[in-house]
């Protein structure tokens, strides 16, 4: 096992030495393919935007600062390819201004506070939300929870919890203000909760609503 | 809630995180969700929030096979580089299978695909657009002989009957060496009784510009001839628009310029002017397309006292009677 960080493969690679990217590639492939998987929510189409997305490590090789951290800007790259690709393909896609900003403490849109449901986790009765489902029902609802939801939500909650993108990191990915990045993921926090106890009718009752 | 979203689920509502939530949200966003962190109510907060979130790890992800996706990606790359290299057929020789629509390529396959159905296009398209420009210009002749034909008619009532006659009409004249018949029907335009551009045939590339040839007395040379007219040395002149029919006038003859260098001719020449065939026009003002040199049993091109296929002419030769074609220029 090659015991080279990221960024020294980067190095490598520049110099020549084709069998680092094959390394970087064997080194993301579960973590990116289920990052892709989950923010296109089609693995056919998570394989051809992994394959663009090292396509333009190769591209961009070069340019790359070897002071700065590999994992944020691959997964910046596959982030905008997966926004690409899904622009270009979904049918789900709703022509909206990713950069628009969004309602402090909620969602964007035009509903005023008195009208929208507050999710509060303390107020949650404790319960575990899940301990009803067996693994298959878990892994359907959660899907189902995960590919209701808007894209733009969809990648910012990705982004933060699957890869633990700081908020600069997430800023710099989706070139949106910080602001915007910190709205965005609560707003995309509270959706998943909502949506999540929605699809799953019974946990209903683990929220205060 | 957002048009979008709420354009994708009509059930959906608007919701949001308390203001604790959110501050416990991002507080954990930067320190990488690690609960430990956080103590008394914000740490039952927090860990609730994980859970939640911990779901996300629940999504179905299908194991990829390692080595199939690393080789297709390092192919890709591949591919890329030798697209750079040869951008106009960037991948041709590359492997088969191999997918190249994104990187902009053309693989060997469609490129023979595209040469092979081009060809073909091409084949079928050329000779019939050649065809169709042929017959055009066919039509285009045609037409120039019906206005002639309708000159020759005026012509004709006006001098009784007579065919135009410039200059090449002395008696016991040799066609050869005298002033070149078709200054007879040169004389026709000259007159007022058809246009230049009806005594031009489409066909014949020579023909000079209408101002010009109305200062002349004939065609300035053999080339700018378009058509062949009766020849008139006789006193047996063929009358206009009586029967029996007869061939007055067709496309250039083919065999004039060969009597002019002495060489033997070959009766069953066609025009050049659209080398299937001429356009003539008949004694009864018509028409007619000829694909032969024959009309009836007359060659139009020679007297009938010229009946062998390959033969000299002197410049002596004249129409045997009224209704004998001999078409000069």
Redesign the interface.
């Known amino acids: 096992m090659d015991q080279r960080t990221d960024e020294q493969l980067v190095q490598a690679y520049r110099m020549g030495e084709?069998e680092a990217?094959?390394l970087l590639?064997?080194r993301y492939?579960?973590e990116l393919?289920?990052f892709l998987?989950?923010q296109l929510g089609n693995?056919a189409a998570a394989?051809d935007v992994?394959?663009?997305t090292?396509?333009q490590v190769?591209?961009s090789a070069d340019d790359f600062d070897v002071s700065r951290r590999f994992r944020p800007w691959l997964f910046t790259i596959a982030a905008n390819k997966g926004r690409d690709w899904y622009r270009k393909n979904s049918r789900?896609l709703?022509m909206?201004d990713l950069s628009a900003p969004v309602?402090?403490?909620?969602?964007?849109?035009n509903?005023?506070?008195a009208?929208?449901?507050?999710?509060?986790?303390?107020a949650?009765s404790?319960e575990?939300?899940?301990a009803h489902l067996d693994?298959t029902e878990?892994?359907?609802l959660?899907?189902k929870?995960?590919d209701?939801?808007?894209e733009h939500?969809r990648e910012i909650?990705?982004l933060?919890?699957?890869q633990?993108l700081?908020?600069n990191d997430i800023a710099e990915s989706l070139e949106i203000p910080l602001g915007t990045v910190?709205s965005r993921?609560?707003?995309a926090?509270?959706?998943?909760?909502?949506?999540?106890r929605?699809v799953n009718g019974k946990a209903g009752a683990d929220f205060n609503q | 809630?957002?048009?979008?979203?709420?354009?994708?689920?009509p059930?959906?509502?608007?919701?949001?995180?308390?203001?604790?939530?959110?501050e416990?949200?991002?507080a954990l966003?930067?320190c990488?969700?690690d609960v430990d962190r956080f103590e008394g109510?914000a740490r039952?907060?927090a860990e609730?929030?994980v859970?939640?979130?911990g779901?996300?790890?629940?999504?179905?992800?299908?194991?990829?096979e390692?080595p199939a996706?690393?080789a297709?990606?390092?192919l890709?790359?591949d591919q890329?580089e030798r697209g750079k290299r040869q951008p106009v057929i960037a991948t041709i020789g590359a492997e088969e299978g191999a997918s190249p629509s994104?990187l902009g390529g053309f693989n060997w396959r469609s490129t023979l695909t595209a040469a092979a159905a081009i060809l073909i296009l091409v084949s079928v398209t050329v000779p019939m657009l050649a065809n169709m420009r042929r017959t055009a210009m066919q039509q285009a002749c045609l037409s120039g002989i019906g206005n002639i034909a309708l000159g020759l008619t005026n012509y004709a009532n006006t001098y009784d009957n007579s065919l135009p006659i410039h200059t090449a009409s002395a008696p016991n004249g040799n066609w050869l060496q005298s002033r070149a018949n078709s200054a007879n029907l040169f004389h026709l335009a000259k007159a007022g009784f058809a246009t230049f551009e009806d005594l031009a045939c489409p066909g014949n590339p020579y023909v000079e510009p209408s101002q010009t040839l109305a200062m002349l007395e004939n065609w300035p040379s053999a080339k700018a001839t378009s058509f062949s007219f009766q020849n008139l040395m006789t006193r047996q002149r063929p009358r206009w628009n009586t029967p029996p029919t007869m061939v007055i006038l067709a496309d250039k003859s083919p065999i004039v310029e060969a009597a002019h260098r002495g060489q033997p001719i070959n009766i069953d020449t066609l025009s050049s002017s659209h080398r299937r065939g001429q356009n003539a026009l008949l004694s009864d003002a018509s028409g007619i397309w000829l694909d032969s040199a024959q009309f009836g049993n007359d060659n139009i091109w020679v007297p009938d006292s010229c009946q062998a296929k390959h033969t000299c002419l002197n410049g002596t030769e004249v129409p045997g009677c009224e209704t004998d074609s001999m078409l000069i220029h």
């Open positions: 084709r990217m094959e590639i064997r492939q579960p393919m289920g998987t989950r693995r394989e992994f394959q663009e090292f396509l190769h591209q789900r709703a909206v309602r402090p403490g909620g969602t964007s849109g509903a005023t506070g009208e929208a449901n507050i999710i509060d986790f303390l949650d404790g575990p939300i899940d693994e878990l892994r359907t959660v899907r929870t995960i209701s939801m808007p939500l909650l990705l933060a919890y699957f633990r700081s908020y910190k993921l609560h707003a926090v509270a959706q998943f909760a909502d949506r999540w929605r | 809630m957002t048009e979008q979203s709420t354009s994708q689920n059930d959906a509502h608007e919701v949001c995180l308390c203001e604790a939530d959110c416990l949200l991002d966003v930067e990488g969700f109510a039952i907060r609730r929030l859970h939640l979130l779901l996300i790890d629940q999504y179905p992800v299908e194991p990829t390692g996706l690393v297709d990606t390092m890709c790359i890329y994104f």
